[in-house]
């Protein structure tokens, strides 16, 4: 018989994403961050429901929001996905205890040979720390790189938040002109802006948007900038994390659930 402790109705974190609305706006956000207009398009429901199951999940700590550092109207939102793994695990738990679960595991290498390319602006700070962590995390498995719209000197608080990781980053910025030909598995945007100009890439890659914003524009000295670099490195990272275990299942590329790659609309 059920043990008496254990409440019997479910976890809230089971009766949120039961819901099949609330369900498939966490696939698309696990995907990629979206606007709510995206994703009415992408669920196929009236803005009013969309924007009502959003606040849910917002409520939940599941969902964050950001405003958009390209056009400020815009709010990109973003699946937490350390939270949703914590949710789950409690309620696994929930129903057995030796039912546990936890984040995916920090390394996962990649089977044949992926390329991946991160676009920002200036390729002087996210995307070179993004570039860096994902060949470290994936023990320089993946051909990676990473390129801006307008590319500036490498920001030295990207290196230092770096080797808080272990990793001398060295880097040159490129523009995004040098790579428009080559063909990749994935392209990440890292910035609202750079969103807006992404071109279209040989091959068709899977587009996804990270919405960060950029930390060299929280001060005018170094020192003004460096919590806001370490915490853009630590967004990076969670990021990617998540990222790697859905390419190692697909064979380098993120897909969607029925195993096809599709672009950012």
């Known amino acids: 018989m059920p043990s008496t402790a ?20 966490l696939r698309e956000l696990a995907h990629s961050d979206r606007r709510v207009r995206e994703l009415v398009d992408v669920v196929g429901q009236p803005q009013s429901l969309v924007s009502y199951h959003l606040r849910r999940l917002r409520a939940a700590e599941l969902v964050t929001a950001r405003r958009s550092s390209f056009d ?18 409690e309620a696994g738990v929930a129903l057995h205890p030796g039912l546990r679960a936890g984040p995916p595991e920090p ?24 570039e860096a962590l994902l060949r470290h995390r994936t023990g320089g498995t993946v051909e990676v790189a990473s390129v801006g719209s307008h590319p500036k000197p490498l920001h030295p608080n990207a290196v230092r938040a770096m080797a808080e990781y272990g990793i001398t980053l060295v880097h040159e910025p490129a523009h995004l002109d040098t790579v428009r030909r080559r063909r990749f598995h994935l392209v990440i945007s890292l910035c609202d802006r750079v969103r807006e100009v992404c071109p279209e890439f040989p091959g068709g890659p899977d587009l996804v948007h990270w919405s960060i914003p950029d930390p060299a524009r929280e001060g005018d000295i170094d020192a003004a900038t460096w919590p806001a670099f370490r915490r853009t490195a630590a967004e990076l990272d969670g990021r990617i994390r998540y990222l790697l275990p859905g390419m190692a299942a697909s064979g380098g590329a993120a897909t969607n659930e029925n195993g096809v790659n599709r672009d950012d609309h």
């Open 6 to 25: 254990v409440p019997d109705s479910p976890p809230s974190f089971v009766r949120l994403a039961g819901d099949p609305v609330r369900w498939r706006l």
């Open 72 to 89: 400020g109207r815009d709010t990109y939102y973003h699946l937490e996905l350390d939270r949703c793994a914590l949710a789950w695990a």
């Open 107 to 130: 390394v996962v290498p990649m089977p044949g040979r992926s390329r991946v390319l991160f676009l920002c602006t200036g390729n002087s700070g996210r995307s070179p720390m993004a």
